[in-house]
């Protein structure tokens, strides 16, 4: 086993090996002018921070001839130089303002501006320029810019993009997005009022099984769906990933409820397998352990299951139900 002074040895040298390497491509970056060398030399470098070799990386990457991939590694290779340079900053909110500028750069600009409005001192007051940037971005020719702006402005529970979204959902205006991810951008504010809208989007039957789970996981907590969700995990003419979901949702927001909507399913030899074995995961978790162990009836019933070999885990799950009841017993006498 490596002995503490061997160890300390081998941390020194690969920390000089990585601080020689680092210094030998600093140099290649100051004298290269050329694209290839440029690409090259940017993979490989970690960071810039050198103010001679920041205020390079700053130039190409504000140098509309070079290609968006050189510029895109110059700006990641300088966040953490330009943490406190409003000036630069700017610069890079009108790069990612303009739609003339390539795409690729855009969103790389765009990701280095949502890690900058974390850590950087400045970004405090150029903040209400950053959320009129983003709001520009909603109605880019760019689906991917379009979501990764509506996703920024919904973390910050942004008014104007929750009014476009739910607008688009009720089709008063274009989406900007689509409709399984307005709803999942919709649900990170609590107060936003999407319930109905989202609701009628759930029972509306040409509605994709994607945007239909998305609906579930968005109503969970909202009394008005709670019946709504009891009858999609009940219908077995519903798609598995809707009625799974409609369970975990039901459990989560109702669990008490959940235990008698879910153990004729459990019981239940004709329904579908993956269904019985979510349900009796998601019973065994309950946190009342007398409604879920000490009812005698349903305890001798699951003994009695058939689970099919194909069922393995259902198999499993009702192993460790009987398992678990058994101790409750007795702990219980």
Request: hydrophobic share 40%.
């Amino acid at each position: 086993m490596e002995d503490k002074l061997e160890y300390a040895r081998r941390l020194r040298s690969e920390l000089q090996s990585a601080e020689e390497k680092q210094a030998s491509l600093l140099d290649q970056f100051r004298q290269a002018t050329r694209v290839g060398d440029f690409q090259k030399i940017l993979k490989d470098i970690p960071f810039i921070k050198e103010p001679d070799a920041v205020e390079k990386a700053k130039a190409l990457f504000l140098d509309k001839q070079r290609n968006a991939t050189v510029r895109s590694l110059a700006l990641q290779k300088i966040t953490t130089a330009i943490l406190g340079d409003g000036a630069f900053i700017s610069q890079c909110l009108a790069v990612l303002a303009d739609p003339v500028e390539p795409v690729l750069l855009r969103k790389n600009v765009l990701n280095v501006l949502g890690a900058l409005s974390f850590a950087s001192p400045v970004f405090r007051a150029m903040r209400s320029d950053y959320l009129a940037v983003l709001r520009g971005l909603l109605d880019d020719p760019d689906p991917g810019l379009r979501e990764e702006a509506a996703g920024m402005l919904a973390n910050e529970q942004d008014e104007f993009v929750q009014n476009r979204l739910l607008n688009g959902l009720k089709g008063d205006e274009k989406p900007i997005v689509s409709t399984a991810k307005a709803i999942q951008l919709l649900s990170r504010d609590a107060h936003a009022n999407y319930y109905p809208v989202v609701r009628e989007i759930l029972q509306n039957p040409e509605t994709d099984k994607t945007a239909r789970v998305e609906a579930i996981h968005a109503l969970a907590f909202d009394q008005e769906s709670k019946p709504l969700l009891a009858r999609l995990f009940s219908d077995k003419r519903q798609s598995k990933e809707v009625r799974m979901s409609s369970a975990t949702a039901f459990q989560a927001a109702h669990p008490d409820d959940f235990i008698e909507l879910a153990k004729p399913v459990i019981l239940d030899e004709k329904e579908k397998k993956d269904i019985r074995a979510v349900s009796l995961n998601a019973l065994m978790h309950h946190r009342d352990a007398d409604a879920i162990y000490a009812d005698e009836q349903f305890r001798t019933k699951v003994s009695r299951l058939k689970a099919p070999k194909s069922a393995p885990e259902l198999k499993k799950l009702s192993k460790q139900y009987l398992e678990k009841a058994n101790r409750f017993r007795k702990t219980d006498q």
